[in-house]
């Protein structure tokens, strides 16, 4: 009894479908299916297998190849989820940061902290965060208010319209 190329059992010439390419080369049924996804060619002797027995395995192979691509199709639906994820959380911060700095500058401080504690509590922004970039916001704003300033007491000693 011969055995499979491809997977090396014995091949019962009495039960189990087979082939055999040009050179004799047995190969069982479903592990030549398996390996037409990948070659043409007997995996033993490299000769091309006949193109009317390629062809008794073209719906099996078409059949893969969709299979192949839902799953593609589906990770790659998976990751698109994941980045808007990552998106919508990051513009939900980048709002909730606007409003603070909007109460911040209205100086309504107790207001901006209690969306602080309320941001917290939902867990929906990383606090530690958020406070690093309203801090720096709110000290470069507090820069630019100042430097201003510097500005128009400078510029007021020149007699300037409007100063």
């Given at each position: ?51 009317n ?48 700095e ?16 309320d ?7 990383d ?37």
């Open positions: 009894m011969p055995s499979c190329i491809v997977c090396h059992l014995t091949i019962n010439e009495s039960t189990d479908t087979h082939y055999e390419c040009n050179n004799g080369h047995s190969v069982h049924r479903y592990c030549l299916a398996e390996w037409l996804m990948h070659s043409h060619n007997c995996p033993l002797c490299n000769d091309l297998y006949p193109e027995l390629i062809a008794q395995f073209k719906d099996y192979k078409e059949k893969k190849e969709q299979e192949k691509q839902a799953v593609l199709d589906k990770q790659l639906q998976k990751e698109s989820m994941k980045k808007m994820e990552e998106v919508t959380s990051k513009i939900v911060f980048l709002k909730l940061i606007e409003s603070i909007n109460l911040i500058q209205e100086e309504n401080y107790n207001e901006a902290i209690n969306q602080l504690l941001s917290y509590n939902e867990s929906a922004v606090i530690p965060d958020l406070i690093s970039h309203v801090a720096s916001n709110a000290e470069i704003s507090k820069a630019k208010a100042e430097m201003a300033k510097k500005m128009k007491e400078s510029l007021s000693g020149l007699n300037l319209p409007g100063f």
